[in-house]
Each structure stands twice: as C-alpha cells, then as structure tokens.
C-alpha cells in the first residue's frame, strides 16, 4: 500500500517541484561540505596548527569564508522549499523548529540557527567576554552535528542515501577526528611530537 500511494505521489509531482527539489539537494550538499571544511579550518585556526604556514589573518579570514560559505548555501537550501509548489514550506515553517512536524527539518533549522547564533556572537564579539564568545563559538559543534544527521535521515527519507552514505562517511570521519583532537590536551601532542613548546 505505501509503495502504491509513493508511486502516486511521484506520478504527479510537477516539473517544477523536480527542478526546485535538485536546486535544494545540490546546495544541501555544497552546505555540508562547506559546513565540515569550516568546521576543520576552525579546529586548525584555533589551535595554531596552521599559523606557521600561513600566518593567524590569512588563517582566520578563510575560515570566515568557509563557514559564510556554509551558511549561504544551506539558506539557499531552505529556501528552496518555499518555491516548492507540492511539499510547499512557509517561511515560518522554516523558522521554527517542528512547526512542520518533520524531525529531520527540525534537525536542519535548528542547525542553521545555531550557525546564525554564532554569526551573531562574532558580530558582537567586542562586546563580550572572551570566555562568553568562545563558550558561543562552540556551539560550532552541535551545529555540524545536527547538520550531519539533518543530511543523513534527509537522504534516508529521499531515498537518496545510498548514493550520500559514502560521500559523507568520507567527509564526516576526518570532521570527526579532527574535532575529537581539538578537546585532547596538548600535552599528548608534545610528548608525540606533533607540537613544538616554544620556551
């Protein structure tokens, strides 16, 4: 019966919704890279990893691009939906989470508002302690890891995730080590080696 009615559905989806719901998926998956690409940049900025190549301006402003990237593309995402003329989300729908009544929206808005937050707390950051914003700035995380399961059950309920699982493990894994790395203390990388400690 379910394969009946999704046969249906498919079987009047208009040209339009087709074209609009490719546009959605293409800057999901540009959003989600750029989203692990800042994540990581952010995890090197931070902790200096990259300041000897070259040098903390260069290394920060690319990680504004990186993550503005990010941000850009997955509102262009969202946006999408609202052109949509089958599966048709209002601008609210977008805004609040589970006023769609759908988990993996609620996943996405509340990874793009989390994103805007940090955005926010940049904007301000003159205004605020250093401890206030960076405590602000981590929610970088939860913002990457809500956007990863956003994107994973997206393309679980699009059917699409046979063709994503191995794209994304591939990205999401080193995403994942590198931010596991950022929270180890750095002792372990001296005595490894890995960090020189300037006396």
Do not use: K
């Not at 690319?62 to 990010?70: E, K, R």
């Not at 999408?80 to 599966?87: L, N, R, S, T, Y």
């Not at 913002?143 to 994107?151: C, N």
């Amino acid at each position: 019966m379910l394969v009946v009615e999704i046969a249906f559905a498919d079987a009047f989806e208009s040209p339009h919704d087709a074209g609009v719901h490719e546009v959605a998926a293409l800057s999901a998956h540009a959003a989600f890279v750029f989203l692990c690409l800042g994540l990581c940049w952010g995890v090197f900025t931070s902790t200096g990893w990259l300041r000897r190549l070259t040098g903390r301006q260069a290394t920060r402003n690319s990680h504004v691009v990186l993550v503005t990237l990010a941000l850009a593309f997955a509102m262009s995402h969202a946006t999408a939906f609202v052109f949509m003329e089958g599966d048709r989300l209002g601008p609210l729908d977008l805004a609040v989470p589970f006023r769609a009544g759908d988990l993996t929206v609620a996943l996405g808005i509340v990874s793009v508002e989390l994103m805007l937050a940090l955005v926010a707390s940049t904007l301000v950051r003159r205004l605020l302690s250093h401890r206030r914003w960076l405590w602000l700035h981590r929610l970088g995380y939860p913002a990457v890891a809500l956007g990863v399961v956003h994107s994973f059950t997206g393309a679980l309920v699009d059917g699409h995730l046979r063709a994503l699982w191995l794209f994304g493990v591939a990205l999401v894994v080193p995403v994942a080590l590198v931010a596991g790395l950022r929270f180890l203390p750095a002792r372990l990388f001296t005595t490894a080696g890995l960090l020189e400690v300037r006396q």
